[in-house]
């Protein structure tokens, strides 16, 4: 058995990374066979007709030309990775964007309904219009699921001193949704759930600013 050598006083560890997806492999697996199901059985629905009209050659090359995006789109998140290092967040699918937390220009809550299933984010933007999307949250009907405990304190620890993007309301929302968890409310009583379910209904995307986020956090309790 060796004894680990101890860290002397003047070196300095790297930032512990964060992986920042509620999925598991089983669910990211599932998510990817689905969504190639469904390429397939849209390319062979337009390739069936345009081969039906214009020739096996025509139906082939339809269904290659529906297929071709699509399978890209899939694939594309298949690739997916997020994590947090220190404040600094990246992405990676075919490359890799990174942003600072600490010092991105702009912070807006992003509430997304498709078909029923709201997803709560984290729109981050930085410089030259980059930006990036961090879900915390994704709810259908009274349950769904949510960052884990770690991502949720080490973004809240992130945004907290970025005072030009209003960092410390979010660092707050995110404080009293960890409580929340800690109280064992229900779902639908903690601070995510609530914005989601108080969005107007009938829009995909729906953005709140620093201010709009403020008043939510003025009502909260705790």
Do not use: C, H
Request: hydrophobic letters at 45%; aromatic letters at 4%.
């Amino acid at each position: 058995m060796t004894e680990q050598e101890p860290t002397s006083a003047g070196e300095t560890r790297d930032p512990e990374r964060v992986p920042l997806s509620g999925d598991d492999g089983k669910a990211g697996r599932k998510r990817v066979v689905s969504g190639l199901v469904a390429v397939a059985l849209l390319a062979a629905a337009f390739g069936g007709v345009a081969g039906f009209i214009g020739g096996q050659v025509a139906g082939l090359v339809v269904a290659g030309v529906v297929a071709a995006p699509l399978l890209l789109l899939v694939l594309s998140a298949a690739r997916r990775r997020m994590w947090l290092e220190g404040t600094t967040v990246t992405v990676r699918t075919w490359g890799s964007r990174r942003l600072d937390l600490a010092t991105v220009s702009r912070i807006d809550l992003l509430i997304t309904d498709v078909r029923g299933t709201r997803t709560v984010s984290l729109l981050v933007t930085g410089g030259q219009r980059a930006a990036i999307k961090i879900d915390l949250a994704v709810y259908a009907g009274t349950g769904g699921r949510e960052l884990g405990i770690l991502p949720l304190r080490k973004l809240a620890d992130a945004v907290v001193n970025n005072l030009d993007a209003g960092g410390l309301v979010f660092s707050q929302l995110l404080v009293a949704q960890l409580r929340s968890e800690a109280r064992g409310d229900a779902a639908a009583d903690r601070p995510l759930y609530r914005l989601a379910s108080a969005a107007p209904s009938g829009k995909l995307a729906q953005r709140f600013s620093m201010e709009a986020v403020s008043r939510f956090v003025a009502t909260l309790e705790g």
